[in-house]
């Protein structure tokens, strides 16, 4: 499974150290690209839960 970010993350880059590929980039939100390996390390960061299996 896929995972992504919602409107939820606020963009505080928790995610981002946690990628082991460095698949998700900074914006208005934290975005995960096509090199994301699904691990789901970036979930398990995330303090608002705003990574999700899709």
Same mark, same amino acid.
């Given at each position: 499974?896929?995972?992504?970010i919602t409107d939820a993350c606020?963009? *505080?880059?928790? *995610?981002?150290g946690q990628c082991p590929v460095? +698949?998700?980039?900074?914006? @208005?939100?934290?975005?995960?690209? @096509?090199? *994301? ?5 970036? +979930? @398990?960061? *995330? ?8």
């Open positions: 499974m896929a995972y992504r606020i963009a *505080c880059g928790a *995610c981002a460095e +698949a998700i980039a900074e914006g @208005d939100i934290y975005v995960i690209g @096509d090199a *994301c390996i699904e691990c789901g390390a970036c +979930a @398990d960061q *995330c303090p608002v839960e705003a990574i999700v299996e899709e």
